[in-house]
Every structure is written in C-alpha cells, then in structure tokens.
C-alpha cells in the first residue's frame, strides 16, 4: 500500500515537472474599504513549474518582500513564502529612521482551485492583503518565464518578479588582444556539469580553456538568501587543460553584459552569459 | 468697613486670629461682632479649629497654630525615595516595552497566508 502510494507520487511529479507544464501565479493586491474593497494592483508571473515568485510592497512605515515557491504532492500543492520584512520603528537621537528587520517562513497545503489570502502586514482590521491563485496549465515546450503587473494605484510602490533559477546558460566567449577580438564562441553550458574544452583563435593562434558552469556561493546576506536574488547567477570556472588549478572565475546575471577575465597569456577572456534559446 | 459685605468680615476674622489686623481694623471688628450674632459665632468656630489643630500638633497651649517644620534630612530622604522610584520605574517600563518598535506582538505583525 506505501509503495502504492509513494509511486503514485512519483508518477505525479514526473508528470507536473516535465517540460509540458507551466506555472501561473495569479494575484491581485487588495485594500479594504468601507464599501467594498479596492483592487491597489493585480498581475501573473509564469513559467516552468520551478518558478518563483517575488512580490515587493513598500509604504511608508514597512517593506514586505516575499519569495513564493511551490511544490506540487499529489493533487495538492505546497506554498511556501519566505519573508523579509523591514518596520520602521522611530528615529534616532540623531533623527535618522531606525528600522527593524524580520526573516520567517510560512508554509500552507492546499489543492489547485483553492485561492489563498496572503497578509503581508499582518492580521490588523486595515491591512492590506494579497490574493493568489495557481494555475497551472500544459504547455507545448519549456518556455522561459514571463511576468505581467498592472499598478492601479501609482502612488503605490509594489512591485512582482519572476525568479527562475537557470537549468542551461549560454555563453558567448571571445578573447581580446589590444583592439583584436577573436570570432565569438557561443556554448551552453548546464551548471554543475562536467568541463567542456573550447578552443579560441586570435590572430593565428589557438588558446586552449576548459570552462564550466557553477552556482555561486551562497549569499551572506539573510535577505539575499531568503529572497533568493542571486537566482539567475551563474559562475563560469576556466583553467588550463593541463593544470587542475583555475585561471580564474567570472560570475554574472543571465544578461547579456560582457564581463572580463585576464589570462597569463596577455589575452583577456570576455564572457558573456544569456539565457539559452527556446528548445 | 461700615458697609462690608459679610463674606468680608469673615475674612477679616481669619486674619485678626492669624494677628494680622491693626488696632483700628480690630475695634471695627469687635464693634461688628456685637451686633451681629452670625459672625460671632463663626469666630468661635474658627477659634475651635485652631484649639483642635494645635492640639493635633502636640501643643494645646500655642499662641498661634504651629506650622509643621520641614527638616532638611526628611526632604532629601523624601527626594532620595522619589528619584529611586522614577528610575526603577524607568527601567520596569524598558524592560516590558523596550526601546522603540515595541507595542503589538511579534507574531501579529508578521505576514500570514490563509487559504480560502
């Protein structure tokens, strides 16, 4: 019966985490009123089912930042939110504002049709609160995540992220002599991969690197690491092919930006990282 | 005087027992309280309050009503004893509340998800 059981989970994850399935996260941003209560913003965050997402909502006196993940069991789903919050709390003798931060998690269960009421600031009469739904939906192929956000109120300062930690990355090196620049060399690389061996050429000569793709180390920052903002980081390591001992590291967000890595050679290696094309 | 109010004669009785009126004011006093019956008998009343305070004060026999001495050692004792409340209650009050952000609890400031 428990191994029943525990195939009929495993054939569920099989099937919501295969490249088919998309993740929708729904929300509106809700005010109570005397009337009736006023929608402040409202907007989705989608994506492969290991999305994220990060919702931010600022007033004057507090910041909420939460990072949302979900887990699907069975016809269940696991909600989990990591929150960082900031309260401001007074000022100084000096008159400058003194703020008090907050870390804590909050998990609920709930199936898929199931909408859930997330207060931000708290259970007091007036605070605001967060409506989300999820959806989820099957997809023809993995396609990257895609946010929409519509601010009723502009004077508000909320703001909705998606948070994709990359599978693949594709990254483009050249190598740079003076004002030379070899043929670009574009690789996908999967992090945490075996070392892959390219080789540049520049002005008639071929530089050998072995390259591989890593995550970061882990943030020091309590925020960042609750947040997860370093989630679309990715380090590339190179080094010689006949050395163990690494030339150097490059690390960098999925963003097109070149970054620069000087060899012993005189050359300087520049990578440039992007999210992979569609498949 | 000839024409004072009542309420003015009974002031002038507070002060002439207080020794503060002059030879004339008292002459106008004593000739008032022959005729009028009211006033005489408030004075009695206020001679009687004075006996029982003096009296009260440990001296029945004093010429005027003893007013209570104030030593310096009892005011900075009493001074010594307020100070020492003030700061213990100071610190009873940082303790339970403590510094700014204090008031609700935890807990109820912090975000919640509750599934409809």
């Known amino acids: 019966m428990a191994l029943s059981w525990f195939s009929s989970v495993l054939f569920t994850l099989a099937t919501l985490q295969g490249p088919g399935t998309r993740l929708t996260y729904r929300i509106r941003v809700v005010e109570p009123a005397s009337v009736a209560p006023r929608v ?208 150097g590291t490059i690390c960098g967000r999925l963003n097109n930006v070149a970054r620069q890595l000087p060899l012993p050679t005189g050359d300087t290696l520049a990578a440039t990282f992007a999210w992979p094309g569609p498949r | 005087m000839a024409d004072a109010t009542h309420e003015q004669w009974l002031v002038q009785i507070d002060a002439e027992l207080d020794g503060e009126l002059s030879l004339v004011e008292r002459a106008a006093l004593a000739k008032h309280l022959v005729t009028c019956a009211h006033c005489a008998g408030a004075r009695a009343s206020q001679l009687e309050v004075r006996v029982a305070l003096a009296r009260s004060a440990g001296n029945p026999h004093a010429f005027v009503v003893p007013r209570p001495a104030i030593r310096a050692g009892t005011l900075a004792l009493w001074v010594a004893i307020a100070l020492g409340t003030g700061l213990l209650a100071g610190w009873a009050a940082e303790r339970r509340w403590g510094g700014p952000g204090g008031g609700a609890a935890l807990e109820e400031t912090r975000g919640t998800i509750v599934v409809q």
């Open chain 1, 40 to 247: 402040l913003a409202s907007g989705a965050v989608s994506g492969p089912l290991d999305s994220d997402m990060r919702l931010t909502l600022r007033t004057d006196t507090a910041e909420v930042e939460a990072l949302f993940h979900v887990t699907p069991v069975g016809d269940t789903v696991s909600l989990s939110g990591e929150f960082f919050t900031r309260r401001r709390v007074g000022r100084s003798r000096r008159g400058l504002p003194l703020w008090e931060e907050d870390t804590y998690r909050r998990l609920v269960r709930l199936t898929w049709s199931d909408t859930t009421r997330v207060y931000p600031f708290g259970n007091a009469p007036r605070a605001i609160w967060v409506e989300l739904q999820l959806e989820r939906e099957f997809a023809g192929g993995e396609a990257r995540a895609a946010e929409a956000f519509d601010l009723v109120d502009s004077a508000r300062d909320f703001r909705l992220e998606a948070v994709v930690r990359p599978r693949r990355a594709r990254v483009i090196l050249n190598l740079v002599r003076g004002d030379t620049v070899s043929a670009p060399r574009p690789i996908d690389l999967i992090p945490e991969q075996p070392s892959r061996v390219v080789q540049l050429v520049l002005k008639g000569r071929a530089t050998t690197l072995v390259v591989s793709l890593t995550r970061p180390d882990p943030p020091r920052s309590p925020r960042d690491r609750a947040l997860a903002l370093d989630a679309d980081i990715v380090c590339l390591r190179v080094s010689r092919p006949d050395s163990a001992e690494p030339l």
